[in-house]
């Protein structure tokens, strides 16, 4: 079940929901519990216990705490990859850091654009199955 992440503006994050499963191994990993978590972060630790439980989301600012405080991407904490490693990667045009200096209304259009494009390859990625589904369905 996805749930969607709202900004503090309301805006949708791209449906995505925080694995929690992830969030509470990566806590372990360092051996520091909920309180100590959200001592770091400046957050309470019934925050954390909330995200941990899934009965909380994280707003878009939280979620970057917890990614760059852990070193994973935003992308491995909302289960949209399996690698945890940040990106190195040329490709990457946009950082957390950017994010972090724009302004609400700005944020919300970037990423705005980034759904939109993710989205768009998605549909792409969608009519190349059928296409090769029908290839495989006049073959046989």
Known sequence: MRKKIRLHNDTNLNQSVLRTDRLRLLRKKIELNQEQLGKQLGLSNKTISN????????????????????????????????????QDDAKVLLTDKDLE????????????????????????????????????????
């Open 101 to 140: 200096n724009m302004s609400p209304d700005a944020k919300e259009t970037v990423l705005s654009i980034i759904d939109a494009i993710k989205t768009k390859h998605r549909l792409s990625m969608n009519d190349k199955d059928v296409e090769s589904n029908e290839k495989t369905s006049r073959q046989k």
């Open 51 to 86: 995200y941990e439980c899934g009965d909380r989301q994280p707003d878009y600012e939280n979620l970057l705490k917890l990614a760059k405080f852990f070193g994973v991407s935003v992308s491995y904490l909302l289960g949209e990859t399996d690698n945890p490693k940040l």
